[in-house]
């Protein structure tokens, strides 16, 4: 099979992981079990919670060998979509470990964690950063937009059970869409007692979203990489009001809570 998708790409500069050389195994049409309101690659062109191959793992790898001799800090799986729905995750983490020696990192929404097989598939990845955008059911349908069968519990249940056979370094990522009363930081610190994570990555979208599938959005650009092509600005907080939450959750859990841009609490 030739490949006419790239689904290598970058480097990339991400504020939480430096140098990122992108993985994509979801490939030509957006997939994920998600549909976020401020998803970048713009309204999700195929929902789903259905495992399966999109992109071969020797194409990834014949691709991947290119970028020799990825002087990167961490070659990241995420891309198109949710790269869990990709069956052959497992085989392309172990690839890219193989081929490349770097550290692997998945950035997940986590809807498959009870999933014993992706469990044991996204254990051999060295970093992985959980999905934590709704702290109630009701937040989960309206930042996330999820697929019938996916719930807030659901998701909680997936991410304890892979914590507790997961040996890398765990962490949770979040959107913040408006500032957070006093419930929804006590609610947070509740959920973080359960995941345990080894960092928390607070960030706000501060990013148009663009309302078409736009390749550009796998990036991690500044500003507005669409031109004149139709994006939206969704709600977001300001700079200090995030920092003040991750000082705050910082203090209270002793958790490394990194906040984007660049500042690390
Ligand atoms: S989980 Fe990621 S890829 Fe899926 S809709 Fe949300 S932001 Fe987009």
């Not at 990845?125 to 069968?149: C, E, H």
């Not at 959005?217 to 969704?234: C, M």
Request: hydrophobic share 40%; proline share 6%.
């Amino acid at each position: 099979m030739n490949v006419i998708f790239p689904t290598v790409y970058g480097p990339v500069v991400s504020w939480r992981y430096g140098r990122s050389l992108g993985i994509d195994p979801i490939g030509a049409i957006s997939t994920c079990s998600f549909n976020c309101v401020y998803c970048q690659l713009g309204e999700i062109e195929h929902l789903s919670g259905d495992r399966q191959i999109f992109v071969d793992t020797a194409d990834i790898l014949v691709e991947l060998d290119k970028f020799a001799p990825w002087q990167v800090d961490v070659v990241t799986l995420s891309g198109s979509g949710e790269p869990t729905l990709a069956k052959n995750l497992g085989e392309i983490i172990q690839g890219i470990k193989t081929l490349t020696g770097r550290l692997t990192l998945v950035l997940t929404n986590a809807t498959l964690l009870n999933d014993a097989q992706v469990r044991k598939e996204l254990s051999l990845a060295d970093k992985v950063s959980v999905k934590l955008d709704g702290l109630w059911p009701t937040q989960l349908q309206k930042i996330n937009r999820p697929i019938a069968d996916v719930s807030l519990e659901g998701i909680l249940t997936g991410i304890k059970a892979f914590q507790q056979q997961f040996t890398g370094e765990l962490s949770v990522q979040t959107m913040v869409l408006q500032p957070w009363d006093q419930a929804a930081e006590h609610r947070y610190l509740e959920l973080l007692s359960v995941i345990k994570p080894r960092e928390v990555q607070l960030n706000t979208p501060t990013r148009p979203k663009p309302l078409q599938r736009e390749l550009e959005g796998r990036g991690n650009h500044t500003g507005n990489p669409y031109g004149d092509r139709p994006v939206t600005q969704i709600k977001c907080v300001d700079g200090q009001t995030l920092q003040n939450l991750a000082q705050k959750i910082s203090g209270t859990t002793g958790i490394i809570v990194r906040c984007a841009p660049l500042k690390v609490f």
